[in-house]
């Protein structure tokens, strides 16, 4: 579900990658400076883990971006709210708190494309 909503997000903020590190290290810190370091110390902290020295000096402390940040006029008629919630329940550090492949199917994100496709199949 990670992965999914890694390539949601490129697929909405048409920027893909979306967390473009050139290590398994950077690729962390890009993370860390989008969902920001307070969670990723919570997740941490809840599962007995712990970083690095070395790589928790590199990742620094970050703030979590609001995903509005990320909406531009070239990508501004792809995010709805509905969008905006998905990726959110999707890109986040805890396996525990993020969506299911059930739970997302379900998501109003998708109600849409649902509409269309029961109206498609009444008509046919």
């Given at each position: 579900?990670?992965?999914?909503?890694?390539?949601?997000?490129?697929?909405?903020?048409?920027?893909?990658?979306?967390?473009?590190?050139?290590?398994?290290?950077?690729?962390?810190?890009?993370?860390?400076?989008?969902?920001?370091?307070?969670?990723?110390?919570?997740y941490?902290?809840?599962?007995?883990?712990?970083?690095?020295?070395q790589?928790?000096?590199l990742?620094?402390?970050?703030?979590?971006?609001?995903?509005?940040?990320?909406?531009?006029?070239?990508?501004?008629?792809?995010?709805?709210?509905?969008?905006?919630?998905?990726?959110?329940?999707?890109?986040?550090?805890?396996?525990?708190?993020?969506?299911?492949?059930?739970?997302?199917?379900?998501?109003?994100?998708?109600?849409?494309?649902?509409?269309?496709?029961?109206?498609?199949?009444?008509?046919?």
């Amino acid at each position: 579900m990670w992965s999914l909503g890694c390539m949601f997000a490129g697929m909405i903020f048409r920027k893909e990658p979306f967390f473009y590190g050139h290590d398994n290290n950077d690729q962390l810190v890009k993370i860390a400076k989008v969902l920001g370091t307070d969670e990723l110390n919570a997740y941490l902290h809840k599962y007995h883990l712990e970083l690095d020295p070395q790589l928790d000096a590199l990742v620094g402390r970050h703030s979590r971006k609001p995903w509005s940040r990320f909406i531009n006029a070239d990508n501004q008629h792809l995010v709805s709210p509905e969008a905006i919630d998905f990726l959110d329940k999707l890109l986040r550090y805890d396996h525990q708190d993020r969506l299911t492949a059930k739970e997302a199917m379900a998501h109003p994100y998708f109600f849409q494309v649902k509409a269309a496709e029961n109206s498609r199949m009444r008509t046919q």
